[in-house]
Structures are given as C-alpha cells and as structure tokens.
C-alpha cells in the first residue's frame, strides 16, 4: 500500500479536533523531528504532515516527508513526492537537495548531480544540503564525498544528528569504517543516544568486530529497551559461524 495517505497533496489545513487545537506547527515540527533522529521514520511521516495542516508553507516539513521516505526505501515514492513538493517551492534547496538524493538511489545519478548542484546554487549551505551532497557523489562513486560531510558537520557543530545521518549514509554505501568513524565521533556529543549505539554496532558487526558490536548493542538496549535494531544485531552475531567468529576475534585482538 502506497504510503501517500500519510501525506499532503493539497496542502490546506484539515479540521482539527479540540485535543490538537493549541498544538501549532512548531510542536509538531519538534515532534518530526525527534521521530526522525530516534529512527522512527514512519511515524515521522505522519508528524511532518502534522505540520503541514498548520503552517503549509513549512519547506522543512515538505523536505521532511521526501527525507522520511527515502530512509524507509521508499526511493520512487520520495521522488513523486519531491516532485509535488517542487511544484510550489521549485528553488527550496532542501527539496531539491532531497530530491537529488532520491534519484541517486535509484540509480539516476547524472540527474542526481544536476539537482544537488541546484540546491548549492540556490544557497543552500545547510547540513542536509551537503549531507546530500555526499550521498550523490557516492552514489557516482566519487571520492570527494568526505569533504561534503565535513563541510555538513563543521556548519552543524555540536548536533549529534548530523554526525549520525552521514554515517548512515556511508553505511548504505558500504563504507563501513568511515562510518564507525562518523558514528565514534558523533557519539562522543551525546553517550546517551541509542541511534548512535545501533548505528556503531552495525559498523562493527560489519567489520567483523564482534565484541565491540555486541557491546554496542548492548548499549542501545540500555537506552531503548525492546529496540529491534539492536535485538536484530544481537541475533546476527549468535548466528555467525565458528569460522566467522574466530576471524572476528583475531581482528580484534590485533586492534587491541
């Protein structure tokens, strides 16, 4: 089923109850945005639209919609939607930038760079626009990318979320040390975040550092009890073979 139904096409205020009537956009917007750093994109999607029935003019939260969908995989979805939300702000850069991120994912990566360039033109010194920036130039497997996600983390100083976000995206591209490295850093800001802890874990057990995710995961659980990324991580490592784990334990003895 098309997840449309949770967004906003004809951007006007839908009637609200009496429960949600002192609630303004600026709440829903911290809402989304909190959904969206703990993981939670699917309820994030709603809360974007949540904003949108206030404040219809919230490029943030359109660019919110088409972000939450491309971290669900929800690539050609992200891209119609990108398209609607263009249609009325066609130089947001944060759209045009999520838009390039869509395409990239699905392969378009001539097109991708042409939005991504749009979006810097546009002025667009934003985190996400450079986050963005770094994905693109992945996916075209170009070796600039690690300045963009400088570039997004030296505008953002301190915010955890950044440091987060771009490594996830190196691990979607399967830059797993880089994105240990991200992570390790991220987490030094906020020791208290179990999205870090999940994100470490997954580099670790990638690396084939079984130790070091087990207690990572274990972290996360400490923070978020039931998390299902980290019970899933969990699961994979008991379910690695003896071979698998010897050559994980030698890594890290030799790291050590």
Same mark, same amino acid.
Not at 231 to 251: I, N, T, Y
């Given at each position: 089923m098309s997840r +449309?139904? *949770? @967004?906003?096409?004809?951007? #006007?205020? =839908? #009637?609200?109850?009496?429960? =949600?009537? #002192? =609630?303004?956009?600026?709440?829903? @917007?911290? #809402?989304? *945005?909190?959904? +969206?750093?703990?993981g939670q994109f699917e309820p994030a999607l709603r809360l974007f639209a949540r904003v949108l029935e206030h404040d219809p003019q919230s490029t943030i939260a359109w660019a919110g919609q088409v972000r939450s969908l491309i971290e669900l995989g929800e690539y050609s979805e992200a891209r119609i939607w990108a398209d609607k939300s263009l249609e009325r702000f066609p130089t947001a850069p944060e759209l045009l930038a999520a838009k390039a991120v869509? @395409?990239?994912?699905?392969?378009d990566v001539d097109d991708a760079l042409a939005f991504s360039d749009a979006s810097l033109e546009e002025r667009g010194d934003t985190p996400y626009v450079w986050l963005a920036r770094g994905d693109v130039l992945l996916a075209r497997k170009e070796n600039r990318a690690d300045y963009c996600f400088e570039r997004a983390r030296t505008i953002a100083a301190g915010d955890w979320v950044v440091g987060w976000l771009a490594g996830r995206i190196l691990h979607f591209y399967k830059r797993f040390a880089a994105a240990l490295k991200v992570a390790r850093e991220a987490v030094t800001l906020a020791p208290g975040e179990f999205t870090l802890w999940v994100l470490i874990g997954q580099c670790e057990l990638a690396l084939g550092l079984p130790q070091g995710a087990r207690v990572s995961f274990a972290q996360a659980q400490q923070l978020d009890p039931g998390n299902r990324e980290a019970e899933a991580g969990l699961v994979a490592l008991e379910s690695r073979g003896p071979l698998a784990r010897m050559v994980g334990g030698f890594r890290e003895l030799f790291r050590s």
């Amino acid at each position: 089923m098309s997840r +449309f139904g *949770n @967004l906003e096409f004809d951007a #006007e205020p =839908r #009637e609200i109850s009496a429960t =949600r009537v #002192e =609630r303004d956009a600026g709440y829903w @917007l911290t #809402e989304a *945005n909190t959904a +969206f750093a703990h993981g939670q994109f699917e309820p994030a999607l709603r809360l974007f639209a949540r904003v949108l029935e206030h404040d219809p003019q919230s490029t943030i939260a359109w660019a919110g919609q088409v972000r939450s969908l491309i971290e669900l995989g929800e690539y050609s979805e992200a891209r119609i939607w990108a398209d609607k939300s263009l249609e009325r702000f066609p130089t947001a850069p944060e759209l045009l930038a999520a838009k390039a991120v869509a @395409l990239a994912r699905l392969g378009d990566v001539d097109d991708a760079l042409a939005f991504s360039d749009a979006s810097l033109e546009e002025r667009g010194d934003t985190p996400y626009v450079w986050l963005a920036r770094g994905d693109v130039l992945l996916a075209r497997k170009e070796n600039r990318a690690d300045y963009c996600f400088e570039r997004a983390r030296t505008i953002a100083a301190g915010d955890w979320v950044v440091g987060w976000l771009a490594g996830r995206i190196l691990h979607f591209y399967k830059r797993f040390a880089a994105a240990l490295k991200v992570a390790r850093e991220a987490v030094t800001l906020a020791p208290g975040e179990f999205t870090l802890w999940v994100l470490i874990g997954q580099c670790e057990l990638a690396l084939g550092l079984p130790q070091g995710a087990r207690v990572s995961f274990a972290q996360a659980q400490q923070l978020d009890p039931g998390n299902r990324e980290a019970e899933a991580g969990l699961v994979a490592l008991e379910s690695r073979g003896p071979l698998a784990r010897m050559v994980g334990g030698f890594r890290e003895l030799f790291r050590s």
